[in-house]
């Protein structure tokens, strides 16, 4: 049985592109058995209904319980855990609370639940969220994990993967393995729509290009899938494939420009990233001394830094950097 701090380790160096055999001798493990575990990845611990359990310690104390939910069947368990422990018991709020479900008076109407139903391949929730985990067998060392899930609104079926990265590939990876699951893609991610997935893509990686499609094209979504959430096309469906390669053809493109433009002015500081700003958007030395309240011998030799740091030769190839 492999500990969960050795599975992370492996699934870490499979990470990164360590092969099968030579993580099998690294760990002293057989390779299929490293095979097996790569291909399970980390699995989340499944819950089985609770039994009642032991009420040794609540059994001097059950009368009571009944007395008083019959008296006043609206006092809840963590009230009468109090009451209880002020009489001497020493269990878990637990107990109390498993006794107090299977006695409660059940007259009247139950609260009702409010449930979000919706046919089936509709909707979907999508989620993930962070964890800071200590091992047992690594004392004092905390890693963070992040657990991917994805819930269908209509069956209420739950997809999820531990994951040790939320990074822009694994995001994406982890809803593939998800929609290859389920046999589809949601219409409707929940909270998380299209934008809100492009707005959290960008996040990830600022130099990502993003297409929106569509089978029910509006003018206003139109607009702000290029405005305002920075999309190079907007395609209705069912799509033209021409279009459809143009545009992806456009997107890498326009990529490789963002990589290669953030890859060369990563060594700017941020007042040559302000002149740099401003000079790729056509102002002049003087507009932009005036606008950031420097001399314009300032903002010269800000701009001739910006110009060896970057490794142009005049201001049209600035521009060009600037796309």
Same mark, same amino acid.
């Given at each position: 049985?492999?500990? *969960?701090?050795?599975?992370?380790?492996?699934?870490?160096?499979?990470?990164?592109?360590?092969?099968?055999? /030579?993580?099998?001798?690294?760990?002293?493990?057989?390779?299929?058995?490293?095979?097996?575990?790569?291909?399970?990845?980390?699995?989340?611990?499944?819950?089985?209904?609770?039994?009642?359990?032991?009420? $040794?310690?609540?059994?001097?104390?059950?009368?009571?319980?009944?007395?008083?939910?019959?008296?006043?069947?609206?006092?809840?368990?963590?009230?009468?855990?109090?009451?209880?422990?002020?009489?001497?018991?020493?269990?878990?709020?637990?107990?109390?609370? #498993?006794?107090?479900?299977?006695?409660?008076?059940? !007259?009247?109407?139950?609260?009702?639940?409010?449930?979000?139903?919706?046919?089936?391949?509709?909707?979907?929730?999508?989620?993930?969220?962070?964890?800071?985990?200590?091992?047992?067998?690594?004392?004092?060392?905390?890693?963070?994990? &992040?657990?991917?899930?994805?819930?269908?609104?209509?069956? =209420?079926?739950?997809? /999820?993967?531990?994951?040790?990265?939320?990074?822009?590939?694994?995001? *994406?990876?982890?809803?593939?393995?998800?929609?290859?699951?389920?046999?589809?893609?949601?219409?409707?991610?929940?909270?998380?729509?299209?934008?809100?997935?492009?707005?959290?893509?960008?996040?990830?990686?600022?130099?990502?290009?993003?297409?929106?499609?569509?089978? &029910?094209?509006?003018?206003? !979504?139109?607009?702000?899938?290029?405005?305002?959430?920075?999309?190079?096309?907007?395609?209705?469906?069912?799509?033209?494939?021409? =279009?459809?390669?143009?545009?992806?053809?456009?997107?890498?493109? &326009?990529? #490789?420009?963002?990589?290669? %433009?953030?890859?060369?002015?990563?060594?700017?500081?941020?007042?040559?990233? %302000?002149?740099?700003?401003?000079?790729?958007?056509?102002?002049? $030395?003087?507009?932009?001394?005036?606008? *950031?309240?420097?001399?314009?011998?300032?903002?010269?030799?800000?701009?001739?830094?910006?110009?060896?740091?970057?490794?142009? !030769?005049?201001?049209? %190839?600035?521009?060009?950097?600037?796309?």
């Amino acid at each position: 049985m492999i500990r *969960l701090g050795e599975l992370m380790m492996i699934l870490e160096l499979h990470r990164q592109g360590v092969s099968i055999s /030579a993580i099998a001798r690294r760990t002293g493990r057989d390779p299929k058995t490293i095979r097996k575990y790569i291909e399970r990845g980390v699995e989340g611990p499944v819950y089985g209904p609770r039994a009642l359990g032991r009420s $040794n310690k609540l059994a001097p104390y059950l009368e009571f319980l009944r007395e008083r939910v019959t008296a006043f069947p609206d006092l809840t368990a963590a009230r009468l855990t109090r009451e209880i422990r002020e009489l001497g018991y020493m269990g878990a709020y637990t107990a109390v609370k #498993r006794f107090l479900a299977a006695i409660r008076p059940e !007259n009247g109407p139950k609260p009702f639940e409010v449930r979000f139903e919706t046919p089936p391949g509709i909707q979907a929730q999508v989620d993930f969220a962070r964890f800071v985990v200590d091992f047992a067998d690594e004392p004092g060392i905390s890693r963070i994990v &992040w657990l991917f899930s994805l819930v269908l609104g209509h069956s =209420r079926f739950l997809f /999820a993967r531990y994951v040790m990265h939320q990074d822009l590939q694994t995001l *994406l990876r982890c809803h593939m393995q998800a929609f290859e699951t389920i046999g589809g893609v949601p219409i409707e991610m929940g909270d998380l729509d299209g934008f809100a997935f492009a707005d959290r893509i960008r996040s990830l990686d600022p130099t990502t290009a993003i297409i929106f499609m569509t089978a &029910w094209p509006t003018t206003a !979504n139109a607009v702000d899938s290029v405005r305002r959430y920075g999309g190079l096309d907007y395609l209705e469906k069912p799509l033209d494939e021409e =279009r459809l390669l143009a545009a992806v053809a456009e997107g890498v493109d &326009w990529s #490789r420009q963002r990589r290669r %433009q953030m890859s060369r002015t990563a060594a700017l500081s941020p007042r040559e990233r %302000q002149v740099f700003e401003l000079l790729i958007q056509g102002h002049s $030395n003087k507009v932009i001394a005036g606008m *950031l309240g420097f001399s314009p011998k300032t903002v010269e030799d800000h701009r001739a830094s910006v110009m060896a740091k970057t490794g142009v !030769n005049g201001l049209a %190839q600035l521009i060009a950097l600037g796309g």
